[in-house]
Structure formats: C-alpha cells, structure tokens
C-alpha cells in the first residue's frame, strides 16, 4: 500500500540526512518519508506479521534514494513495535546515524495537527446520502478536538492544542478484533478481502432488526425498523435458517471444534453478509463510544484515525451515522486522507522540524 504527497515546498528534499519514520502497530507497520529525488513524501505499509517484508522495504527505500549507504540515514521509531523489534532495527541496520524512538500519543498528535494544518483538501467528511465533503480549513481547525485513533485497538485522545492532550479513553474492539474474528470465522486471508467482501454484503441475513422484533419502527424511542436490535442475532435461531444443528450440550462435550468445523456450520451463511454485519457492530461501537467520550468532555469535532478505516466507505459512514444519530447532529466526525500514517508522520516530522 503506497501514497505520496509533495515535499519539496518544505525544505525537506535539502537535508543531508535521509530520516526514515516507521509506526509499527499490532496490525499494520507503516513506513514515512521524504523521496528527496522526486520531491515526495511517501507513505507505504506492510502487515506486521509480515515483519522481515517490513524490514526489506527499508533496506530497498536506502537502496534506491541513498545509494544503500546508512551513514547518513536516521531511523524514528512509534508504535508498540518500536520497542518490540528494536533490536531487529539494530541487526538490520547496524551502520545508521541512530535509531530514535518515540512516544506514540505524541506523534499522533503531531502528525494529526500537520494533516489538519498544513495538507490541503486532507480532511472530509463522509456519508452514503451526501458523499464526500472537503472541510474548510477553519472550521476544521478548533480547539478542542478529539482523535479517536483505530489501529488492533482504539485510543480515544482529547486535543487541547498541539502541545497539550489527554487520552480520555479507549476499547479494545478495534480493527484487530474485526480482522481476528472474521479470519475465524470466515477463512478470509487478508484484511482487505474482508472489507471487499462487506461490500457487497447483506446484514439483514445475520443481524437481527428492530422490525424483526416489533414487525414496524419504534417510534416511541426514535428507532427505525432497519436499525440493529442484535448483531449476528439471527445467528442463533433455532429453524430452518439456523445453520446450528447440535445442542448446546454437544458444543461443550467437543471443545475441540477446529475453525474448519465453524466455517462448515456456518456455510449457510454468506462471508460476505458476516463481514458486513462484524463490520457494523464493530464501527457502531466504536463510533457510540467516541460520541460518549466526547460529550463528556463538551468537544464538537471528533477526527476518526488509524488503519483500521483504510478510506472504505461503509466504515466511514457507519462511523458518520453513529456520531450523527446519538448526538442528534450536534456533533461532526472528520476523516484524513492520510488516516493510517498519523503515527509516522509525526514521527517524521520531530527530527525534520528540528533539523
């Protein structure tokens, strides 16, 4: 996964020393820097899992834009795996000017704060109804705002200033639970094939509605006939739709039940409609739980980060849809083009500023 953006317009393309900033999170690492040949800040990643892939693309980015030598290269590390693999870093690249690491709320906010500031048309807003809207740099820009970064897990931060934050809160049902559960569940390989598969999913198969329970809307409480009562609730109906045939005391007599064994039981539901509907229940809790966090603490804009949204446009509206609904619209959700580097970029920028 690759995107760029012009550098050349920042001085960094002049710069003697090649700084390589890399996040590496329990699911994505990701990798930032500034292609001095082409005037380019390019942002790639890699799985975390695929660790020595990560590692190569390093040795190819030292390879092709300094001619392979480290003597003149600085390697920033954020992220869980700047402390996990730092001595892989130090094996890899013995010959390096150094290997910095950093907090990670820090380059967060750092990297968050140049996005909204200094990248043009980055921030949008999203939903299915009206599309894609670019922000206004000044309505974008107040303060206070809230970051509810979503990476394996979500950290939930409240921005008072670029220098001044908190984090307020967080859950651990991130995008590594969406990939952890539908890899289980449905054999998929590959978080982005997961998300294609969404796509073109029908939760209503899976989930159980509003109007399966009350044959109409709620009108009472404000709740519409397709909203979700229970994720995956029609999942454990005894009939003829339920692919689960043995008792509950047959499940705890084989405890052994190999994934292989869930997917067969399951075959009478579609992957794609099990994506789509542990996509929701993930995204809307998420997003009730960042609407929470954010009235608690009376701040109307509310950034969504991380690699977990990956510029996919259900998630994005799922997201929109949850702050909109709970906070009865007085509350806006924003994305970046650039959501997933927030981390490396930040990372990026605390050696470049100061050179």
């Not at 730092?86 to 380059?107: G, K, N, S, W, Y």
């Not at 909203?227 to 084989?254: C, M, N, W, Y």
Request: hydrophobic content about 40%; some cysteine.
């Amino acid at each position: 996964m690759s995107q760029s953006i012009e550098c050349s317009n920042q001085g960094w393309t002049r710069l003697q020393v090649l700084t390589i900033a890399v996040d590496i999170g329990g699911s994505l690492a990701k990798v930032v820097f500034c292609a001095r040949d082409a005037g380019k800040l390019v942002f790639q990643s890699v799985e975390t899992e695929n660790i020595a892939e990560f590692m190569l693309l390093i040795h190819e980015i030292i390879q092709k834009h300094n001619g392979g030598s480290q003597s003149n290269v600085r390697i920033v590390a954020t992220g869980g795996g700047a402390y996990k693999f730092h001595d892989l870093l130090c094996t890899e690249f013995p010959d390096v000017l150094e290997i910095a690491r950093l907090d990670e709320m820090v380059c967060l906010i750092k990297g968050l704060d140049y996005f909204i500031h200094e990248v043009p048309e980055e921030v949008f807003t999203y939903n299915d109804l009206d599309g894609e809207h670019i922000v206004v740099p000044e309505h974008a820009k107040v303060y206070p705002y809230m970051l509810v970064n979503i990476g394996s897990g979500v950290s939930i931060l409240k921005v008072d200033s670029p220098a001044q934050y908190t984090r307020v809160g967080g859950s651990s049902l991130g995008g590594g639970t969406l990939w952890g559960l539908l890899s289980l569940i449905t054999g998929a390989r590959t978080y982005d094939e997961m998300l294609s598969w969404a796509h073109g999913g029908d939760n209503t198969h899976v989930d159980m509605l509003v109007g399966d329970i009350y044959g109409a809307d709620y009108g009472k409480i404000g709740l519409k006939s397709s909203h979700i009562a229970s994720s995956f609730g029609k999942v454990f109906q005894r009939g003829p739709h339920s692919p689960i045939k043995e008792s509950t005391a047959d499940s705890i007599l084989h405890p052994d039940t190999n994934t292989d064994d869930i997917q067969s039981r399951n075959r009478k539901f579609n992957n794609s409609d099990i994506s789509k509907s542990l996509l929701y229940a993930i995204s809307n809790n998420i997003g009730q739980i960042a609407y929470l966090q954010a009235k608690v603490h009376n701040v109307p804009n509310i950034y969504f980060g991380g690699s977990y949204i990956r510029g996919h446009l259900m998630t994005m509206n799922t997201l929109s849809y949850a702050i909109n609904f709970w906070s009865n619209s007085q509350k806006q959700a924003f994305f970046l083009k650039h959501e997933g580097y927030l981390g490396a970029m930040g990372a990026f920028l605390t050696f470049q500023n100061s050179s």
